[in-house]
Every structure is written in C-alpha cells, then in structure tokens.
T-cell receptor, first 115, second 114 residues
Framework: GAGVSQSPSNKVTEKGKDVELRCDPISGHTALYWYRQSLGQGLEFLIYFQGNSAPDKSGLPSDRFSAERTGGSVSTLTIQRTQQEDSAVYLC?????????????FGEGSWLTVV | AQSVTQPDIHITVSEGASLELRCNYSYGATPYLFWYVQSPGQGLQLLLKYFSGDTLVQGIKGFEAEFKRSQSSFNLRKPSVHWSDAAEYFCAVGALNAGNMLTFGGGTRLMVKP
C-alpha cells in the first residue's frame, strides 16, 4: 500500500480481555517494527521482523505480549489479559530492509485504552 | 548501547520566530541520526537524516539540523516557525552496521504562539 496501515485506530477494552492489533506495512518492505508510546513518554521499542522472523523478542514487556508476521507482510501484535498499564499508542513501522540507514516509515498508530 | 537525550520537554515560540530543538546522543561509533515529527493523532514523519558527509542536513518543511561530533549533538533548527509546526519532535539514533534499530529520545513538544 501507499503507507503503513494500522487497525484498529482506536480500541477500548476491559481489563483482562485479549486484544489484537494489526499492521499492514508498505508493499515490498521486508522489515517491520512495533513500538509503544505511552502518555508523555518516548517511543519504546518492542519487536522487529525480518521477513517472518523475529530474531529478538526481549523488548516485549511481558509474556502477555506476542507478535507474528505471516507471508512477509501483515503483522499482528497480541496482548493477552490486558492491564491498565498496557494503555498506550502502539506504532507499527516498516523499512525496505533491515540494513542500517534504511528509512523507517511509521503508521498512525493504534490507540489502546484498557478500562 | 546508544541513547538519546532531548533536554527540553516543552518549548513555546512565537510564530515567525526562529527555533532550535536540542538533541544529544551517546554512541561509541559513527551514528546515524534522525529527526521525526508527530502531529496530534498522527504517526511519525521523517524530517531529515544524517548518515555521513556534510554535517548540515536539510529536511522537509524548511527544517535543517547540524551534526556536531565534538558535542555529540544533532540540533534541529528552523529560521521562521509557522503555526502548523506545532507538534512533537523526536530525535533518534541508529548504529552503523548494526541493523536498522533506532533509539528515540523522549521528545520535545513545540507550541507556537500567534
């Protein structure tokens, strides 16, 4: 597509429920990234994919967080048993490759509110 | 590990005034440096980037930034601010030959007075 597309744009969920956030990267981009932006905070790196592989999952905040990417395209970030501290904007981004210096393009984010 | 500091959390300038947003980084080798802008409710848009060569880089929307290795800084400047520049600005650093990971600063929120 023309840009990185994320859905839903806004999600309100009850504490304890599971949520799935979807990211559709720019067509042809092999690298995909997930960041979290909490209120008044900077960007916290969560995970990246090279193709369908996520070499390093250590940035995920807890084992309630998981992510997958299929077909080298769409990625889903899943948060199980959501907690109030999970409320944040989840930003997805992509780049042509994972080689350093490739411009990273961001989506508009999925705003998650846990009540 | 690299780190980025944006000392100013909030800055207010008058429309038409000049702007400088500060960014200091910590990295042992030659960094890649970026400035992104985030308008309310939007994702991040790349303003400019520095890889090598000329230390003064030009970006979109009339912004420029200067890489100063001796000061470990990459400050963003604009000669005359427009009301539409009100947004949050993020500085980021990446590492040469270490994959395409960026470390972001905490951001500076710019407000523009009419």
């Amino acid at each position: 597509g023309a840009g990185v597309s994320q859905s839903p744009s806004n999600k309100v969920t009850e504490k304890g429920k599971d949520v799935e956030l979807r990211c559709d990267p720019i067509s042809g981009h092999t690298a995909l990234y997930w960041y979290r932006q909490s209120l008044g905070q900077g960007l916290e790196f969560l995970i990246y994919f090279q193709g369908n592989s996520a070499p390093d999952k250590s940035g995920l905040p807890s084992d309630r967080f998981s992510a997958e990417r299929t077909g080298g395209s769409v990625s889903t970030l899943t948060i199980q048993r959501t907690q109030q501290e999970d409320s944040a904007v989840y930003l997805c981004a992509s780049s042509f490759s994972f080689s350093s210096g490739n411009t990273i393009y961001f989506g508009e984010g999925s705003w998650l509110t846990v009540v | 590990a690299q780190s980025v500091t944006q000392p100013d959390i909030h800055i207010t300038v008058s429309e038409g005034a000049s702007l400088e947003l500060r960014c200091n980084y910590s990295y042992g080798a030659t960094p890649y440096l970026f400035w992104y802008v985030q308008s309310p409710g939007q994702g991040l848009q790349l303003l400019l980037k520095y890889f090598s060569g000329d230390t003064l880089v030009q970006g979109i929307k009339g912004f420029e930034a200067e890489f100063k290795r001796s000061q470990s800084s990459f400050n963003l400047r604009k000669p005359s601010v427009h009301w539409s520049d009100a947004a949050e600005y993020f500085c980021a650093v990446g590492a040469l030959n270490a994959g395409n990971m960026l470390t972001f600063g905490g951001g500076t929120r710019l407000m523009v007075k009419p």
